[in-house]
């Protein structure tokens, strides 16, 4: 069963459409990657998603309710979606426990006991409960990231975004991420991810989806869209990320 239905969404900044009528499916448990060349639309979907953007038309709906309903309680929805960027955004002034807290108790009103107890236990998780008295700039880039991805798990999402996460990292720094990323794979939880990482893409998707001009070109298991894709246009924008 989809836990995410995204049906002929469309989305269009002033005169520059960027999502055309783009419609996708994201089962339960299953981690799918957006592909495609920048200004595809790849991040204009994940913040549709998250009800950052509102789009123009089209439905998509989280556990099968539409959250493109102008009703819909956007506040509500977003708390049961996590999402990061590329950019790490944690507040410099602040402990990476206390960034990590800092949702649950200002925005959902959780206690700051019982907030604490989850943001140490979510930063176990993520291998850095050393870490939580340390402020951002006192972390490596991987380890910023994973603090990022700890303050969104730590309200228990049913549904995680990951727009390009490793694409301010160090290429050192790249693996640690994107371990994390495959535990939570095996973890069961849903994902929806653009990312330029082809051998994670291949290791870890369970499904692919190629974007070009705002619309889904091609979409398949690993073993089609890379290495069998239909679609010309496909096959020369990988062509070109493997130069």
Request: proline share 5%.
């Amino acid at each position: 069963m989809s836990l995410l239905s995204i049906c002929d969404v469309r989305k269009s900044f002033g005169s520059n459409l960027v999502l055309d009528g783009f419609s996708l499916e994201v089962d339960e448990g299953d981690c799918v990657v957006l592909i495609g060349a920048s200004g595809s639309g790849k991040s204009t979907l994940l913040r549709c998603v998250n009800l950052l953007e509102v789009v123009d038309d089209g439905v998509i709906e989280l556990d099968g309710i539409d959250i493109t309903d102008p009703r819909a309680n956007a506040d509500r929805i977003r708390s049961g979606i996590g999402i990061v960027f590329q950019a790490y955004n944690l507040f410099p002034h602040l402990s990476v426990l206390d960034n990590v807290t800092l949702a649950p108790v200002r925005v959902h009103r959780i206690r700051r006991d019982v907030a604490r107890a989850r943001a140490l236990d979510m930063l176990e998780r993520v291998g850095l409960a050393d870490k939580a008295s340390a402020r951002p700039d006192e972390l490596s880039g991987g380890q910023q990231q994973r603090a990022a991805i700890a303050r969104a798990l730590v309200n228990s999402p049913s549904l995680m975004l990951l727009d390009e996460v490793t694409s301010a990292l160090d290429p050192e720094l790249v693996g640690e991420v994107l371990d994390l990323l495959r535990e939570l794979k095996d973890d069961g939880m849903t994902m929806l991810i653009c990312t330029h990482e082809m051998g994670f893409a291949r290791s870890v998707a369970d499904k692919i989806c190629f974007l070009d001009n705002g619309r889904p070109l091609e979409v398949g298991p690993p073993s089609q869209v890379l290495e069998n894709p239909v679609e010309p246009r496909t096959r020369e924008f990988l062509r070109r990320i493997r130069l």
